[in-house]
């Protein structure tokens, strides 16, 4: 990761020089896991993509002979575990690492070396989940996995690796959600209160209680379906009298609720890009805020609409269909206030605002035929066909994916202190969005007109080759536009136009600091005392009725501490407002740094030995299997042991 | 910035551009859900135009704002915004707004679930719907029939599908006649009805919808429906055994075939030659399989013609077939891990709508089924074929070409 | 400063002036609470589901070689160990207070009970870790008694779920028992003080908790039919 | 408007809390005993066992020793709000679900057995 080079990194307290592979396995500075995440889930997305374009090609005409059968089963379950929790996820990761802390002024997150846990597992399971495919061994099952396809009715390690995979990786965003979680409720800056959270804060606050409460529920269902591959427990064993459904169910508890862990991010980077593009505040804020929470909440309860064709009975059907309706409000809201944050005000065309503004057309889409199949008797015309193919495509593509390039053209310059490039941006903008349209638009027609989905091949004169030509050769088309975008991010790490701390007269906390961030983000945390400090400082004729107050400032002295510079005078820990241009190291400012470690790594390693060493025991192995337990057993509680017995810093 | 805004106009508008360019290239579609040969899918069609009706005043007003914003408030030199940061009435009107629009899509929805789900009038036509890796059973409780992968129904009546799986979880869907069920328990069934209009007598795709595996791309069905006394013509020839190899003539079968032949000789009277078949020539296209026959299966052809059916019967009878497959009148075939093949003859498609059911498939798919079907459960049987599932040549056993022209001309003449 | 918060000492500012880690463990208790909403409805799914025996609550017997499993539940062993967890719960909220008050006086009529008993954080913590041990010695018996009786994690639906289930909450009590010990060791080492107590008080939360998930296993699994 | 109950919700450090002592914990270990000796008596009464009342009582009483260990031996009844909000909510969710789980299947078991 050539990062380094634009994000000079300042060596904490007693850190010897390290080789820079070293600087990255030990870091636990947010911002650099945060590009860690970054690079890695572009990685995974180039993967997923070419198994994508795998099966386009396939799919490019009827009773085409390119991939075999076992292969696009292959191909599709990865692809789409891959893009849900390889890629969206992560790169939603990336954004929480680095603008969380940045945003509501604290110098780190809450437990720093949580985080680079967090990362070790996320990339050590995504190995492990994806690299199987290069042996044609990859999970087979359809990234929901259905039993009893995927339990008695599945031979060989396929399904292994995915039952293992998704448990580690959910390690990962568990420890991220309380790592975030903790960190937004009790780090904001002082007179940061929760009505004054920049948008995006606010949103990944409700991911993390979507992960925290979504993500139990999977692990127990994977826990079952590990027992009873590896164990013989019947938990899914239709021939002992277990119900199919139970998976079914289980798994969309989490799942939905999931769908909207991969949106949210995206409408919070979103309500960031849309106001600052077209120099006005965000359109009714506290609305945006609830109507988040209230999408959240009302995703617990609308799980079964995937299963409207298994027969659940009338009022089943109903209540699900009605919950799922309602969720149309919360999220048309946040629409609307979009549109309105737009009217009236002076909109530059930059790149991350071309994405943005993407991303409301193109949701909208998504969103409709949702609703369409929300109602459950139209559903079973639409479900598992194509038509379903294209909803998700566009609230995840046209939504999510939109957003988080939306997201990273707006942060690049905070993140490398350089602009991406704008005229390469528009035309990966416009590739990209052409594509987008062609590859998934015509999904709608193929679906409606009976192609079922996950089908590897199709029969000539069934009315559907237009359309998969069409699919075809707009997926090809994402190519050149990905190209373009990486050869524009890589290229303007070292050759991009430089750029100041506030490039876009951004009137949230993290433009008040040096492009990159120092390593302790704030010589001296702000005090805030509205919804948009910056502006404060730089606009306060736009602030004229924005609610104003200081916190109170005796309890926050009393609470706050204060740091001696290396010159050896004493500064407080907390000033005014104010913008920070100078950049010093932690030490001439006396800020102890958390010292760099490999122990979290270690742990990362030690879970996975532990759960690889299951498809060994599979496969017949019982020697080298145990012996494998013991060490990932041995690996994992002593260096979690020694972890948790080293204080964060060294110098305490 | 004026050009990007033109430009944004245009890209704005692709999906439409997409409506107008698909409308005009307005090819037939054979498999459409919006179709009218049941009043099932004449109301889904109508929730559908509700819906569709509701979408669009959605899709337009919000993307008409969204342009216009985009293009009005472009940025212009000098000008400051105005600083609004809210807008209590507007937000109560956009929060209300969808919430009517929904009341609207939600009634006529719940009234259609209520509708569907309540038990079908009892003089419907019971049909037993049976998910197997990769293939559809069909029952048909009220005649005693048990048939494989093509479903016959009578025009303008009430037909119940009572279904449920073998193996993993299917799902039944004829998309011109009804939406989807999943196939989802061994036990317990799921249910499906709806009423044919009288006047749809024609020939429709099935397909099998929920992931199941290799083939499951390749688990589809016909569905035929006709008039209902040829109907009734088909159903009395189908619950009976085929005419052919009944009473076969004495003494062709030697050595090991005796039994069979013994025991053949034992078997009720035949029924009449031929029932209803759906004619072949007036098949529609979409209905004739065109999937390529694989080259690495090489028979030679010429063969068929000579293939000998009583030699096919007694063959077929000795051969591993019968573990797997059931033939009423040939009490040696009683295998149910397979199709039922009492009347195989009378079928346009072999291997769940894979291929057309032609001598040269049939043998083919004989010889060397799983290299034509990935994954199926019937092994490979032809001598010196390479099974993909188990990795090996067959040898001993494997059946010679000439043996498999045999047993073909015995399968077709079971009509 | 914030950097540092995840050993946050109070003077240390944060917006609630809470401690990170005590926010991080409710939160992981509410987490938890979704994982064993998961793991009981399975249970209770599965609850008369199962195509043989043994059972929970009735006699079944096998129609193929007739022998006779009577009901797994043994229900007055189980109240001993529920009891007992229940105790463990007490002395923990002791071990706290002992911790949390070291160092403060006592009150003057304050007799020997009050003196060496209540201030003796090693005594209450070994308490609390002893009979978390006893409570797993019960489970242990019970589970080797189960698969005596024929009921083993594979036989079917009810061993699986019931397995699983106590296994699941089996584990929590192991890390707990693990978790308080060190704190006792430590304790025995260099003596907590009030400093520590955050760490002696996220420990007794989960304890707690994982007290409270039994109790709701005891009633919908052990004593309801 | 909320932004300040909101504000105020977490931003005073309300949590100098006065932790019950022994005088309160002994009492409550006892109410504990009390209703988990009363559990497992009704268990052994089988008219109570046989009647409806059987499964509601026993839900209110092992309900109220949830409750009270939370309360008093968690301090969630003296402890900062907030805690307050981080264990009830996902509690509520938790609950709702298992509620809605076995809704679903019950009615499946009831549809089976009319076949
Ligand atoms: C980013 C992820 C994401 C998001 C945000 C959504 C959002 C929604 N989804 Fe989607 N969904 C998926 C990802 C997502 N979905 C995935 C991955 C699947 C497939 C899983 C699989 O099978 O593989 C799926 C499947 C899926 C199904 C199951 C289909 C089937 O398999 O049969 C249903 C059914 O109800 C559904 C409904 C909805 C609804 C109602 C919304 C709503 O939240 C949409 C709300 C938004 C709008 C409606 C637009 C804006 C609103 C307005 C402009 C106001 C006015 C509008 C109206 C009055 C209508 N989705
Ligand atoms: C965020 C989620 C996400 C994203 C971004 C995508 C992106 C894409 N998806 Fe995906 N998709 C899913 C989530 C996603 N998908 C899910 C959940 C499923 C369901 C899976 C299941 O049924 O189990 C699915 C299923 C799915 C199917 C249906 C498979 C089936 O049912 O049979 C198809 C078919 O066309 C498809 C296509 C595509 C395409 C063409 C893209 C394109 O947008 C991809 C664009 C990216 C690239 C093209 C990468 C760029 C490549 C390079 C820069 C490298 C260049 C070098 C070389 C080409 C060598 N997807
Ligand atoms: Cu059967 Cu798909
Ligand atoms: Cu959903």
New binding site residues.
């Given amino acids: 990761m050539a990062t380094v080079a634009a994000a000079p990194s300042y060596a904490g307290a007693q850190t010897r020089r390290r080789s820079v592979i070293m600087e990255w396995l030990t870091t636990v500075d947010h911002k650099k896991i945060g590009a860690l995440y970054l690079h890695t889930a572009l990685f995974f997305f180039v993967v997923g993509g070419i198994e994508a374009l795998l099966m386009r090609y396939q799919l490019m005409r009827p009773n085409m002979g390119a991939v075999s059968a076992e292969l696009f089963n292959q191909l599709f379950t990865m692809h ?1 575990t891959t893009m849900v929790f390889l890629v969206i996820m992560p790169l939603s990761a990336a954004f929480f690492n680095w603008l969380i802390p940045l945003q509501i002024g604290a110098r780190d997150v809450a437990f720093p070396r949580l985080n680079a846990f967090s990362y070790w597992v996320y990339l050590l399971g995504g190995l492990f989940i994806t690299l199987p495919i290069l042996w044609q061994l990859a999970p087979n099952g359809g ?2 996995a259905y039993t009893p396809l995927t339990t008695e009715y599945s031979i060989g390690q396929n399904m292994n690796f995915w039952v293992l995979g998704i448990q580690i990786l959910g390690v990962s965003s568990l420890a991220a959600a309380f790592n975030f979680a903790t960190t937004i409720i009790n780090m904001r800056a002082p007179g940061m209160n929760l009505m004054r959270m920049p948008m995006f804060t606010w949103m990944s606050f409700v991911v993390q209680w979507l992960i925290i409460l979504a993500f139990p529920v999977i692990t127990i269902a994977l826990f079952f379906m590990q027992f009873d591959r590896f164990f013989g427990t019947k938990f899914y064993a239709v021939s002992a009298g277990a119900d199919p459904l139970l998976w079914q169910h289980l798994f969309w508890i989490f799942g939905h609720p999931e ?2 862990i ?2 949210l991010p995206a409408f919070g980077l979103v309500s960031e890009v849309l106001p600052t593009h077209s120099r006005k505040p965000l359109f009714g804020y506290p609305v945006m805020a609830y109507s988040g929470i209230l999408i959240a909440f009302l995703g617990f309860g609308v799980w079964a ?2 299963m ?1 064709a298994v027969g659940m009975g009338p009022v089943a059907d109903t209540v699900f269909g009605v919950t ?2 309602l ?2 409000i919360p ?2 809201v946040k ?1 609307f206030n979009w549109i309105f944050t737009m009217w009236g005000g002076t909109i530059r065309f930059t790149t991350a605002m071309k994405f943005a503004i993407a991303l409301i057309a193109m ?2 889409i ?3 035929s ?2 369409t ?2 109602s459950p008797p139209s ?1 079973l015309q ?3 066909t194509y038509y ?1 193919v294209a ?2 495509h566009y ?2 593509y046209g ?2 994916i939109m957003g988080i390039f939306a997201g990273i053209y707006h942060y690049f310059p905070k993140f490398y202190g350089r602009f991406m490039d704008e005229r390469l941006g528009t035309v990966h903008f416009w590739l990209n969005f052409i594509a987008m349209n062609l590859t998934f638009f015509p999904m709608h027609f193929s679906g409606m007109l009976g192609m079922p989905r996950r089908i590897y091949t199709y029969d000539a004169g069934q009315g559907w080759e237009t359309f998969n030509l069409i699919s075809s050769i707009g997926a090809f088309l994402f190519v050149p536009a990905f190209l373009i975008f990486f050869y524009n991010f890589f290229r303007s790490k070292k050759h991009g136009i430089p750029a100041g701390p506030n490039p876009w007269d951004a009137p949230t906390l993290e433009w008040s600091i040096p492009s990159p961030p120092p390593e302790y983000n704030f010589a001296q945390i702000p005090v805030v005392t509205s919804r948009y400090p910056l502006w404060d400082l730089t606009h306060p004729e736009r602030m004229a009725d924005v609610p104003h107050s200081q916190p109170d400032m005796d309890l926050v002295k009393q609470r706050t501490g204060e740091h001696v510079t290396a010159s050896g005078e004493h500064q407080p820990d907390v000033a005014p407002m104010h913008i920070e241009t100078e950049r010093k190291t932690a030490q001439e400012l006396g800020i102890p740094m958390p010292t760099p470690t490999l122990k979290p790594f270690w742990v990362a390693l030690g879970i996975l030995v532990l759960m690889g060493s299951l498809p060994v025991m599979y496969a017949g192995h019982k020697v080298a299997a145990f012996t494998l337990m013991a060490g990932g057993a041995v690996l994992l509680v002593t260096s979690l042991y020694s972890w948790l017995t080293t204080p964060l810093e060294a110098d305490h | 910035m004026t050009c990007t805004a033109r430009r944004r106009v245009a890209a704005a508008l692709v999906p439409f551009v997409f409506l107008a360019v698909l409308a005009g290239c307005s090819g037939h579609y054979p498999n459409s859900t919006f179709t009218n040969f049941t009043e099932f899918n004449r109301d889904l069609r109508a929730l559908w135009n509700t819906m569709m009706h ?2 669009t005043v ?1 899709f337009v007003v ?1 993307e008409v704002l969204l342009i216009y914003v985009i293009v009005r408030y472009r940025h212009r030199s000098g000008a400051e915004p105005k600083h609004v940061h809210g807008n209590t009435a507007l937000e109560i009107t956009w929060t209300l707004a ?1 919430a009517v ?2 009341v609207f899509i939600a009634v006529p929805t719940v009234r259609t679930i209520w509708r569907y789900e309540t038990p079908p009038p009892a003089d419907a036509v019971q049909v037993d719907v049976i998910g197997h890796q990769w293939w559809w059973e069909f029952r048909y409780p009220q005649y005693g029939i048990t048939t494989a992968n093509e479903l016959y129904l009578p025009a303008g009546r009430t037909v119940t599908f009572s279904i449920r799986t073998q193996d993993v979880i299917h799902s039944f869907w004829i998309p011109q006649l009804a939406g989807k069920r999943d196939a989802t328990w061994q036990k317990k069934t799921n249910r499906l009805w709806f009423t044919l209009d009288s006047a749809g007598i024609a020939a429709f795709n099935g397909s099998c919808n929920e992931f199941c595996g290799a083939s499951h791309a390749n688990m589809r069905f016909r569905v035929y429906t006709v008039a209902p006394a040829d109907f009734e013509s088909w159903a009395q020839h189908q619950r009976g055994p085929a005419a052919f190899g009944v009473a076969p003539p004495a003494g062709t079968a030697a050595g090991s075939g005796g039994s069979a032949t013994v025991a053949l000789a034992t078997n009720p009277a035949p029924l009449p030659v031929q029932g209803y078949v759906f004619p072949r020539e007036s098949l529609p296209d979409h209905v004739i399989p065109k999937t390529p026959l694989p080259e690495s299966i090489r028979f030679d052809d010429a063969l068929l013609a000579s293939g000998d059916p009583q030699r096919g019967l007694e063959t077929y009878s000795r051969s591993a077939c019968i573990g797997c497959h059931r033939i009423q009148g040939n009490p040696m075939s009683l295998g149910t891990i397979g199709p039922d093949l009492t009347h195989i003859a009378s079928r346009h498609t072999i291997a769940a709508g894979l291929y057309p059911n032609e001598p040269r498939f049939m043998a083919r798919w004989i010889k060397n089924a799983r290299a034509m079907k990935p994954g199926v459960l019937m092994n490979t049987l032809g001598k010196g074929e390479f099974d993909p599932v188990t990795k090996a040549v067959i040898e001993a056993g494997g059946l010679t070409d000439q043996q498999i022209a045999d047993i073909v001309a015995y399968l077709m003449s079971l009509k | 400063m914030t950097a540092t918060a995840s050993h946050a000492t109070p003077h240390h500012y944060t917006s609630t002036g809470l401690d990170n880690r005590k926010i991080a463990i409710w939160m992981f208790i509410g987490s938890e609470c979704m994982l064993f909403a998961s793991l009981i409805s399975t249970y209770l799914i599965y609850k008369g589901q199962s195509i043989v025996g043994p059972l929970p609550h009735e006699v079944w017997t096998d129609p193929m070689t007739g022998r006779v499993f009577k009901p797994i539940l043994n229900i007055p062993v189980t109240s001993i160990s529920t009891f007992v967890l229940l105790c463990s719960s007490l002395s923990m909220v002791l071990a706290l207070a002992a911790v949390e008050n070291r160092g403060k006086p006592l009150p003057a009529n304050a007799g020997w009970w009050t003196r060496k008993v209540l201030t003796s954080s090693k005594l209450w913590l070994f308490m609390t870790c002893l009979m978390g041990a006893i409570f797993l010695a019960f489970q242990c018996y019970e589970f080797t008694s189960f698969v005596h009786e024929g009921l083993t994690i594979r036989r079917n639906l009810f061993g699986s779920s019931f397995f699983t289930l106590t296994g699941f909450h089996g584990a929590h009590v192991t890390a707990g028992v693990i978790w308080l010990g060190t704190l006792l060791a430590i304790d025995v080492k260099r003596g907590l003080q009030p400093r520590d107590a955050i760490w002696v008080d996220i420990a007794a939360l989960y304890w707690h908790f994982v007290d409270v998930v039994w109790i709701a296993i005891f009633t919908l699994v052990y004593l309801i039919r | 408007m909320a932004e300040h109950n909101l504000a105020t919700e977490l931003a005073n450090p309300d949590h100098v809390h006065e932790h019950p002592t022994w005088r309160e914990y002994k009492w409550v270990g006892l109410v504990l005993t009390v209703i988990t000796i009363i559990e497992v008596w009704a268990y052994y009464i089988p008219p109570l066992v046989a009647s409806n009342f059987f499964v509601p009582l026993l839900l209110i009483l092992s309900g109220a020793k949830f409750a009270t260990v939370v309360l008093f031996y968690m301090h969630l009844k003296y402890d900062h709000r907030l805690f307050r909000l981080l264990f009830t909510g996902p509690l509520a969710i938790a609950i709702a679900t298992l509620i809605a789980l076995l809704f679903l299947f019950a009615k499946f078991s009831a549809e089976r057995s009319v076949g």
């Fill in positions: 789409g990234w929901f769908v909207y991969l949106i609409h995937h409207f799922t309706m969720i149309a999220t048309g629409i949701f909208v998504g969103g409709i949702g609703i199949h929300a559903d639409q479900t598992d379903i909803h998700f609230v995840l939504g999510a | 509701w979408a959605v919000v969808p629009i929904l």
